[in-house]
């Protein structure tokens, strides 16, 4: 047995062979991390930007400074539905709000909408100091909703409003406010969201008045403002109606803004979901949407990476 602890000296070609393959990880590990920092958003046809209920809520749970420079590195120009509050702090990282949330509080801001005029005198104001808000720091956009078809969403036990008065009630609604959507330079577009699943309060809306593309599509030809469009939400789209290529369409000139998330579930944008998202987004592209597309998926892993994924499949 060899007790002798003094180290055997290195010949020279051991010592250059170590050498070289030591440089040669250290040089692949400098590429991996330039790749994984390198922006996800390339090609310039889509304006990415990130839902930010999704990801202060799950996974890591950042809040809007973090989201931001998430966003920042991922090559979005916005993290969207952040209180008029926090307006200033998009500024500060050089983003934009894309689209606008409302303030229903106590209420999610799709319960109760333009459907039922009960609630006008909330809905109408929360929309106008929206509108307001968006204006005053330049963002483009502020969301709007038909509201539940129950006339008292709060009790189980309540009388529905039907689906050809609802319409009718959202119409004269919306007239009430997109005057001053008008004047301010802001687009109030309008959620389709499906009443289907209901395994999770923020994946279905049982109830939901406006669950398919066309009757929301009816509201605003109705309404014919060109400051009142759709928001193409692809996952509820799926969910209800299916079809997206032919919906995309048929209904481009109407869409104002688009959401993503993977169906079922809601989740990434990967392939345990069934929509084949680059031809969908390539069909907005074709019909001239020049608008952004807003990734509002739950994440079940790790958001960073997920995100990474939802806008390199979709950056088409």
Same mark, same amino acid.
């Given at each position: ?24 990880? +250290? ?18 046809? #889509? ?8 990801? *202060? ?15 920042? *590195? ?14 200033? #702090? ?10 606008? !949330? ?33 204006? +005053? ?5 502020? #969301? ?17 409003? +039907?689906? *050809? ?17 008008? !004047? ?25 008045q406006g669950d398919h593309v066309d009757y929301c599509l009816d509201i605003l030809r109705r309404v014919s403002s060109p400051r009142l469009k759709l928001l193409f939400d692809i996952y509820h789209v799926q969910v209800m109606d299916g079809d997206l290529v032919r919906r995309i369409r048929q209904s481009g000139e109407f869409i104002g803004h688009v959401h993503t998330a993977g169906n079922p579930g809601r989740g990434e944008l990967d392939d345990h979901q069934e929509i084949n998202f680059p031809p969908v987004l390539r069909a907005l ?23 990474? !994924? +939802? ?6």
């Amino acid at each position: 047995m060899n007790t002798d602890p003094s180290p055997r000296p290195l010949s020279r070609r051991e010592l250059l062979r170590r050498t070289t393959a030591l440089t040669a990880g +250290a040089l692949a590990l400098g590429t991996a991390s330039r790749l994984t920092a390198a922006p996800a958003a390339t090609h310039g046809r #889509i304006k990415h930007s990130i839902v930010q209920w999704p990801f *202060e809520t799950f996974g890591s749970k950042w809040n809007l400074d973090q989201l931001c420079e998430v966003a920042k *590195e991922l090559g979005c120009v916005s993290v969207e539905l952040v209180p008029d509050k926090d307006y200033p #702090i998009l500024k500060r990282h050089g983003l934009i709000c894309a689209i606008g !949330q409302i303030d229903m509080n106590p209420d999610p801001p799709f319960v109760k909408g333009f459907n039922n005029p009960d609630h006008w005198p909330r809905v109408i104001k929360a929309t106008t100091d929206a509108i307001d808000a968006a204006a +005053a720091f330049g963002f483009p956009n502020v #969301i709007c909703f038909t509201g539940y078809s129950a006339r008292q969403p709060d009790d189980p036990r309540s009388r529905h409003i +039907a689906p *050809e008065r609802g319409a009718r009630n959202c119409v004269a609604g919306f007239k009430q406010v997109v005057g001053h959507a008008e !004047q301010k330079g802001v687009t109030l577009c309008l959620e389709m969201l499906n009443s289907r699943e209901d395994s999770h309060p923020m994946k279905g809306h049982p109830g939901y008045q406006g669950d398919h593309v066309d009757y929301c599509l009816d509201i605003l030809r109705r309404v014919s403002s060109p400051r009142l469009k759709l928001l193409f939400d692809i996952y509820h789209v799926q969910v209800m109606d299916g079809d997206l290529v032919r919906r995309i369409r048929q209904s481009g000139e109407f869409i104002g803004h688009v959401h993503t998330a993977g169906n079922p579930g809601r989740g990434e944008l990967d392939d345990h979901q069934e929509i084949n998202f680059p031809p969908v987004l390539r069909a907005l592209v074709e019909v001239g949407y020049r608008g952004y597309v807003g990734h509002e998926f739950i994440p079940t892993r790790d958001a960073r990476e997920g995100l990474r !994924q +939802a806008i390199t499949v979709c950056d088409v």
